[in-house]
């Protein structure tokens, strides 16, 4: 089975600062796929970037880049110039790559969620 | 604008009492997915769908909660008896899995429950 630690809680971020939020999984899978999602106080769970684990290149999406460290199973998101809208929980995912069944593909496992709240 | 949609936003009910969340998922998707957030054991898997059948339940208490998809266009998850444990945000996600290709799940702005 997979499992997902997020070991901050809690971060705060004054605005126009960088931040970066860690993660941390155990697999004994090869190929699969992680992602961050951001829930604000509005509970809609949002995606904010994904990462193919056969591919080397860290993804980012505009402010958002995450550090992906395969070997150390690290998945690390880093928000440049940080915004209010930022403010929210966020949290980490990791889903297998389809197996021959196929029936386990598409579960995501999350983190506990870490609050990032951005100050003016 | 495509998103998935829950109903009721919220619901407060009594403990003993029936619970039925519902959910549209997005057209065209072919995996439905019922989640649950609390604050101690954060967001749970309780039951997928694939193509309307059931793939893992593993997740679901049992003896208590039922998850179906009558058609396409609608998955529903059944809370009989409820009991105040149950209190939680229950998210319901759709996406279209296509063989290996990595796919977005897109959540609804979910359930909140209230078992008194």
């Known amino acids: 089975a997979q499992t997902v630690t997020q070991s901050q809680p809690e971060m705060s971020v004054q605005e126009a600062e960088t931040v970066t939020l860690s993660c941390t999984y155990d697999?004994?899978?090869?190929?699969?796929?992680l992602f961050w999602y951001k829930q604000p106080p509005s509970r809609q769970m949002i995606l904010v970037i994904r990462?193919?684990?056969?591919?080397?290149q860290n993804a980012t999406e505009n402010r958002f880049s995450v550090n992906f460290q395969k070997a150390a199973k690290s998945f690390s998101l880093k928000i440049s110039d940080s915004q209010l809208g930022d403010t929210a929980m966020y949290f980490c995912a990791f889903m297998k790559q389809a197996n021959a069944g196929g029936t386990s593909y598409g579960k995501l496992t999350f983190g506990q969620g870490t609050i990032l709240t951005v100050h003016p | 604008d495509a998103r998935v949609t829950q109903t009721p936003r919220h619901k407060v009910t009594e403990m003993g009492q029936e619970v039925t969340m519902r959910c549209q998922p997005i057209?065209?998707?072919?995996?439905v997915f019922w989640y649950r957030q609390t604050m101690m054991q954060g967001l749970e898997l309780l039951a997928y769908f694939r193509n309307r059948a059931p793939l893992d339940d593993s997740g679901m208490p049992k003896d208590r909660f039922s998850a179906e998809m009558p058609d396409a266009t609608l998955a529903t998850l059944k809370i009989q008896p409820s009991e105040p444990r149950d209190s939680a945000v229950y998210f319901c996600?759709?996406?279209?899995?296509?063989?290996?290709?990595?796919?977005?799940?897109?959540f609804g702005p979910g359930t909140r429950l209230t078992v008194t």
């Open positions: 990462q193919e684990a056969y591919k080397q």
């Open positions: 996600a759709s996406g279209l899995v296509r063989d290996t290709v990595p796919y977005e799940q897109y």
């Open positions: 057209l065209g998707h072919n995996t």
């Open positions: 697999t004994s899978e090869s190929n699969y796929y």
